[in-house]
């Protein structure tokens, strides 16, 4: 199967990071991490850049200037392994809510799909630590999306994925401007488009112990917009 290129996005993760990448390397030997960082104020980024001392060949980092959202982080770190010729590339937040554990069988996965999507609302998937307010939103935000679109997918608002390279080529990533839930939708949506082959597999998702979270009303406003948006572009 080749090299695994792991995005991971941050802005304020430096309490989460080192473990993080710790963890990730320590899967498999064909893992790699490209970090991709907003200028964080509280030193991630020279954190990140350590790593990649401390781990070279196996860390990338890619500074951007400023916190732009994290559509805009994701578009520029895949965009980035496909120009590097990652042939299988995930995407992971850098908090732990997302388990390494499970990105093996994520990969695993993708021997037989184009597009891997961890979920936490199929048979065997869940949520831990979550307040109940943040369950919710997540909840009744993937069960719209999935009814709005019409789509086979339980959990439209999960970042946790694994893409063979040219699905990820064929949704077009440049022309994407959405951030956060709706990046997700948004990227999912296209796949679904272009006929790839999407499998689902559970994962348990753990709520941040460390930092703070990002979710604003805005993004969720944004995501519950978008839907009505892709449901009439897509007819």
């Not at 970042?159 to 699905?167: C, S």
């Not at 082959?197 to 979710?215: C, E, H, W, Y």
């Amino acid at each position: 199967m080749g090299s695994v290129v792991i995005v991971v996005p941050t802005y304020n993760e430096r309490e989460n990071l080192e473990s993080l990448a710790e963890q990730v390397l320590a899967l498999d030997a064909r893992y790699q991490l490209l970090i991709v960082d907003d200028n964080s104020p509280d030193g991630t980024g020279v954190l990140a850049d350590e790593l990649a001392a401390r781990f070279p060949g196996r860390v990338g980092v890619q500074h951007r200037p400023a916190k732009a959202g994290l559509g805009r982080a994701y578009v520029d770190g895949l965009s980035r392994a496909l120009r590097e010729g990652a042939p299988i590339i995930a995407q992971m937040d850098a908090d732990h809510s997302h388990q390494p554990a499970d990105l093996h069988r994520l990969v695993a996965a993708a021997a037989e799909a184009d597009l891997v999507l961890g979920s936490r609302y199929i048979e065997g998937g869940t949520s831990i630590g979550w307040p109940w307010h943040r369950r919710l939103i997540s909840r009744c935000g993937g069960l719209y999306a999935k009814t709005v679109l019409g789509v086979p997918i339980h959990d439209m608002t999960g970042g946790f994925k694994v893409w063979r390279r040219d699905a990820l080529a064929a949704i077009d990533l440049p022309s994407i401007r959405s951030d956060g839930y709706c990046f997700q939708i948004e990227t999912t949506w296209r796949a679904l488009r272009a006929d790839v082959r999407v499998r689902q597999v559970p994962i348990t998702f753990i709520d941040r112990v460390a930092g703070k979270s990002k979710l604003s009303r805005r993004v969720v406003i944004e995501a519950a917009l978008l839907v009505w948006r892709l449901r009439l572009r897509g007819g």
